[in-house]
């Protein structure tokens, strides 16, 4: 069986505080990318996984792997699973490739095990596993609150094309929301404007109301970010915005085949580039 774990791009992230069990509260916009890993997956008598494509450890700590195991224990399934997973995501991006791998096990095995849990206990399973997770479950533009496990799907957007660009290296998420603990005056992005514009699939007014209150704390860290966002404005991006904790800035263009001649600009020995556009709903 062949599932698609496909990366997402935060067109806005808003921290509003920290909670008592040390997560912040975030009102976020996520919005799947046609970029994806592929997560094949086979009857085995134990779990086992295979990693290609990134130096990604394939142990029981990879989070496919523990994606499988929890799903298996939750539902006293005998069985195993051999997973195979195909990296095209970026390790330490931003753009939720972990999530993703760990949302397309969960899927995938649903229907092979034929456990047939609905979309409340696997986004259950999935929250225990990583903040994104439920998220990357759905799929498609998705409002997402709490730590990010609680997902209010929206209208899909157009098709408009994205730009992906990496530094090589990557973020500690972690070490970011700490750093971001630090700032005096943090500053919150216009979290209603941008649902109005993604409500009424208005691409000039999402690109318009980007927003991400991560950026400036990765930025300090790493100004090679400025220079990437100046890069992917000049290359004709409507709107730029970094992903998520970071490091990976995108770009959005009215159709993909802008986003794809955009890619041509951007120095492809300094960075990681991709074009790709956004993607619609995995499930529902
Ligand atoms: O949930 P996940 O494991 O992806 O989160 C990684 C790290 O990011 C957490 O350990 C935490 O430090 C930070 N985080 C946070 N608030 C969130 C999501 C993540 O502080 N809402």
């Given at each position: 069986m062949l599932v698609k774990a496909h990366a997402k791009i935060n067109l806005l992230l808003d921290v509003s505080g920290i909670r008592p069990d040390g997560y912040h509260e975030l009102t976020t916009l996520m919005q799947t990318l046609s970029l994806c890993d592929d997560v094949l997956l086979e009857p085995a008598p134990e779990i086992n996984l295979a990693v290609e494509g990134s130096g990604l450890t394939a142990g029981p700590e990879n989070l496919a792997w523990r994606a499988a195991g929890l799903l298996r224990q939750r539902t006293g399934y005998r069985g195993g699973a051999g997973i195979r997973l195909i990296k095209r995501i970026p390790l330490?991006?931003?753009?939720?490739g972990g999530s993703a791998d760990a949302a397309a096990v969960l899927l995938g095995l649903n229907k092979m095990w034929r456990l047939d849990l609905g979309m409340r206990d696997l986004s259950q399973l999935g929250a225990e596993l990583g903040s994104d997770v439920p998220f990357c479950l759905w799929g498609g533009t998705a409002l997402c609150r709490g730590r990010g496990e609680l997902v209010t799907p929206l209208p899909a957007l157009p098709p408009a094309g994205v730009l992906l660009v990496k530094p090589h290296f990557g973020v500690s998420t972690a070490d970011v929301y700490r750093r971001y603990d630090a700032l005096p005056d943090p500053g919150h992005p216009d979290s209603r404007r941008m649902l109005t514009a993604v409500e009424n699939a208005d691409l000039s007014g999402v690109a318009k109301n980007l927003g991400n209150s991560l950026e400036r704390v990765t930025l300090a860290m790493h100004p090679e970010i400025g220079l990437i966002k100046d890069a992917v404005a000049a290359a004709g991006a409507t709107g730029v915005l970094m992903s998520g904790s970071g490091p990976t800035v995108f770009g959005l263009f009215p159709d993909p085949p802008s986003a794809v001649r955009a890619a041509g600009r951007i120095k492809k020995d300094e960075y990681w580039v991709r074009a790709c556009r956004i993607y619609g709903r995995n499930y529902g």
């Open positions: 330490a991006a931003g753009l939720a």
